[in-house]
């Protein structure tokens, strides 16, 4: 069975320091990978996906994303948090059967 | 239009009540998704939906059933909840083409059962 495993509920960085948020999945099949981000009372939003074509993913928001297969993380960073960044993140992987298996989430906070 | 929008947006109902959840995309995904989301934790599988025909029960109890009327449009309807059952609800369908593998989300509707 598919799994995503997310280090850490609660990370905590300074406006303009680095962000990185772990994940590590487990898949027997090639996995496909997604980060999505969620602000308060909303919805999910994609901010990058793997699908086995570029193992460096670019997103949105100046968000990128590693796939390591040999230590079977994703994970997600920028180089300058902006206040905006301060929402909850979630690592997902997409099953055979095309369902997401979502981690357990990061919330990510900004410090001033 | 590239995105899946859900009504009503905010809903508080009794125990007693009868409710339903829209879900609509115009984007010619032929599958749909019900999700319940706690505080703090992510989002749970409910009901998949693949063209037209419910595919995956996630041993969701009665008091809600889906429908899904057409490729468009899908409905969740709420019957004799219970407070915790309080939660957000999302909706999401599935990409096509390159994007078949990923899901788009609405914004959800909070719900709140007295």
């Known amino acids: 069975a598919q799994s995503v495993t997310q280090l850490g509920s609660h990370v905590s960085v300074s406006e303009g320091a680095l962000v990185l948020l772990r994940c590590n999945y487990s898949?027997?099949?090639?996995?496909?990978l997604f980060w999505y981000v969620q602000y308060p009372n909303q919805g999910l939003q994609l901010l990058l996906k793997?699908?086995?074509?570029?193992?460096l993913v670019k997103g949105i928001n100046g968000f990128e994303a590693e796939f390591k297969k040999s230590e079977t993380s994703f994970h997600l960073t920028k180089p300058s948090a902006h206040m905006s960044d301060a929402a909850e993140y979630f690592c997902?992987?997409?099953?055979?059967?095309?369902?997401?298996?979502f981690g357990q989430g990061t919330r990510l906070t900004i410090n001033p | 239009d590239t995105e899946v929008t859900q009504t009503p947006k905010h809903l508080v109902m009794g125990m007693t009540n009868k409710k339903s959840l829209k879900c609509e995309q115009h984007?010619?995904?032929?599958?749909m998704y019900w999700y319940k989301q706690k505080a703090k934790k992510p989002p749970e599988l409910m009901f998949v939906?693949?063209?037209?025909?419910?595919?995956i029960n996630e041993s969701v109890p009665s008091r809600f059933s889906p429908e899904c009327p057409n490729s468009s449009l899908l409905n969740l309807h709420l019957h004799a909840l219970q407070p915790e059952d309080s939660a957000l609800y999302l909706c999401?369908?599935?990409?096509?083409?390159?994007?078949?593998?990923?899901?788009?989300f609405g914004p959800g509707t909070r719900l709140t059962v007295l």
């Open positions: 999401a369908s599935r990409g096509t083409g390159g994007a078949e593998n990923e899901q788009f």
């Open positions: 898949s027997s099949v090639p996995p496909y």
């Open positions: 793997y699908t086995s074509a570029a193992t």
């Open positions: 997902a992987v997409s099953t055979w059967a095309q369902k997401l298996v």
């Open positions: 984007m010619g995904h032929r599958a």
């Open positions: 939906y693949s063209y037209e025909k419910l595919s």
